[in-house]
């Protein structure tokens, strides 16, 4: 017999939430859904909790499970069991209950809207066929293309948690599969409004949204490629890209990291309020002796690391 | 048991203890690491940022040198190890990717095999041979320290690439904890973002998340934590006077690099690590430990 912990939210009757344990035998081979459905059909017809296709492919059924986002439909309930027989289902994180598992997506479709999830091609009528793409351009953006807005990257995402501001991994892949569509017209634009405040450098590439996503998405993968395109649409004036571009440098020059200069190269030399708010930590650090050696070293056999930059070009 | 140190630019730089640690506890637990002098920064998922296929050239590279002397890499930092983990999976995964690399990598005199593997100073400790090396020779048993580990999420996730058993519930660190005679604290955040990669882009949201992860350390009893990683060791340390919620409770933690915490329970003095140079002190340590 196993049990099912799960946390219950219903405002018009009690304004916190609590958690409410079932006691279910797990049929050979059911999913976390299924059991559920079991729970919802014989114990208590009134938790609530959204589905819909049971086969991951709607991306309704997102809660999670024993702390971290899944699809209920899509994993065996046994798998999940912890050393107690027991799965703690609570709804996604990052959002507001509604009711039980069920959450408010408000602000996930905002950010889904904020990125224009549509193609903006460059020609004014439309064309009389279809925009083609080659196999070679579609691969670009199939991974991107595989989301199913389940919210479990949302859920999960460790900035989210901390900074309502940030887009989330799932609209920064929705915007990925439009900034590598080789019909968009709008690439620069995209990329530098993606890098605004709250878009892609402010990931803090924890990976928990690749570890959540149920389907091959990979959302931190395609922010990756995001910042890749700012960086080639030259696209630098913010403190993610010069962090790149310092970081990048430094390896070209040295073949390791000069920290005394990425944080000020990150800042920006004319940007003085960022300047003095390096100055607290670096203060302390250096009165602790934890600042890096004042002359940098370059590491051995450097000239090879080099020729290597030389001849990819960089 | 002898590897090749990768030792990663942050424990040649600001937390230059970490490097002087990890001699010490190697020594204790009679290993024998070879720093690689000659490898280059790991790139942190950075310089992939400009370049992924140069990011993977440069590990690669890295990964020829300790080829070359048949040893297998010791990482100490998560970050690294995360991110030459993820440049051994690209080129493992995709053989006409890998004699790509390999092409660039002709003319320096190198050529990556596969034969190396990659591992985290932890998962050396965390096998039966770690673990019996531990229990054999510590002489300082960490009695009556409470210890919260902090992973790093490099060395968690992607999970398929993690040498831990669950990544999402791990028990590596607390296991090696235990062995040093600590006591593990389990808490929420152990497996969390320390907010490190965007202190430069996002400050306040970075200091929350390390602020967080520290709090929750604290309600959960530790009196120290220790973290694998020297990024995360910066952001929890080094960022800890300026962490509003610990502020306004009134509350600070020290805060350990794994080599560190290990060596102490070998016998070594706090000086010795270099626990003087942080941030938030570690006196509180020496009063539990009598040492």
């Avoid at chain 1, 994993?75 to 050393?83: K, N, P, S, V």
């Avoid at chain 1, 405040?197 to 928990?208: K, N, Q, R």
């Amino acid at each position: 017999m196993a049990t099912f912990k799960i946390k219950r939210f219903n405002p018009e009757k009690q304004p916190q939430p609590y958690y409410e344990e079932f006691q279910l035998d797990i049929p050979p081979a059911a999913t976390l859904l299924d059991c559920m459905n079991q729970i919802k059909w014989t114990l208590d017809g009134s938790l609530t909790y959204r589905m819909s296709c049971r086969s991951a492919i709607c991306g309704s059924c997102a809660v999670k499970s024993n702390g971290h986002a899944l699809l209920a439909c899509q994993r065996q309930a046994e798998h999940l069991l912890d050393d107690n027989d027991t799965i703690t289902l609570e709804p996604l994180g990052n959002m507001q209950p509604i009711k039980d598992l069920v959450v408010d997506f408000t602000p996930f479709w905002d950010k889904i809207n904020q990125v224009k999830p549509y193609l903006q091609p460059d020609d004014e009528v439309p064309p009389q066929k279809e925009r083609r793409q080659s196999p070679q351009e579609f691969s670009l953006i199939d991974d991107a293309s595989t989301c199913i807005m389940c919210g479990a990257c949302y859920s999960d995402c460790n900035t989210l948690e901390v900074d309502d501001n940030f887009l989330g991994p799932a609209a920064l892949a929705k915007a990925q599969r439009f900034v590598g569509d080789s019909r968009d017209a709008q690439t620069h634009a995209r990329v530098q409004a993606l890098s605004e405040p709250g878009g892609v450098w402010d990931c803090t590439h924890c990976g928990e949204c690749v570890e959540r996503c149920p389907k091959p998405t990979r959302p931190f993968d395609r922010i990756k490629e995001i910042m890749t395109v700012a960086l080639e649409h030259g696209v630098h004036d913010n403190n993610g890209a010069r962090h790149a571009l310092s970081f990048f440098n430094s390896v070209k020059r040295s073949g390791n990291l000069n920290e005394n200069r990425i944080p000020v190269e990150s800042m920006g030399f004319f940007n003085i309020r960022g300047l003095l708010s390096l100055l607290p930590a670096g203060l302390r650090m250096f009165l602790k002796r934890k600042a890096p050696p004042v002359i940098h070293h370059s590491i051995d056999e450097v000239d090879d690391v080099k020729r290597i930059f030389k001849e990819l070009g960089q | 048991m002898k590897f090749a140190l990768f030792t990663g630019c942050v424990a040649k730089g600001a937390t230059r203890e970490l490097m002087l640690s990890t001699t010490k506890a190697a020594r204790g637990l009679g290993f024998d690491f070879v720093e690689m002098k000659s490898a280059s920064c790991c790139g942190a998922g950075v310089v992939s940022e400009k370049s992924p296929l140069l990011a993977d050239a440069l590990n690669a590279r890295s990964f020829s040198i300790a080829e070359k002397q048949g040893l297998d890499i010791v990482t100490i930092c998560s970050t690294c190890q995360g991110t030459l983990k993820k440049t051994e999976a690209h080129l493992n995964e995709d053989a006409e990717y890998k004699k790509q690399v390999n092409d660039i990598l002709r003319e320096g005199g190198h050529q990556y095999n596969g034969k190396t593997r990659i591992k985290h100073f932890a998962n050396i400790l965390a096998t039966d041979e770690g673990m019996a090396r531990l229990k054999e020779r510590v002489k300082r048993p960490l009695t009556g320290l409470k210890v919260a580990a902090f992973y790093g999420c490099y060395v968690l996730r992607p999970s398929d690439r993690s040498d831990f058993a669950n990544p999402d519930n791990p028990t590596g660190m607390e296991d090696i904890f235990a062995a040093l005679g600590a006591t593990p604290v389990y808490y929420p955040s152990r497996i969390k973002c320390c907010g490190f990669p965007i202190v430069m882009m996002n400050k306040t949201a970075s200091l929350d998340m390390s602020g967080n992860a520290l709090l929750d350390a604290i309600d959960h009893g530790a009196d120290v934590v220790a973290t694998g990683c020297p990024l995360c060791h910066l952001s929890l340390d080094s960022y800890q006077p300026e962490i509003k919620i610990l502020q306004e409770t009134n509350n600070s933690i020290p805060v350990l690099h794994l080599p560190q915490l290990v060596a102490l329970a070998l016998g070594y003095s706090p000086d010795e690590l270099g626990m003087d140079r942080h941030i938030v002190s570690t006196l509180k340590i020496n009063e539990i430990l009598h040492c």
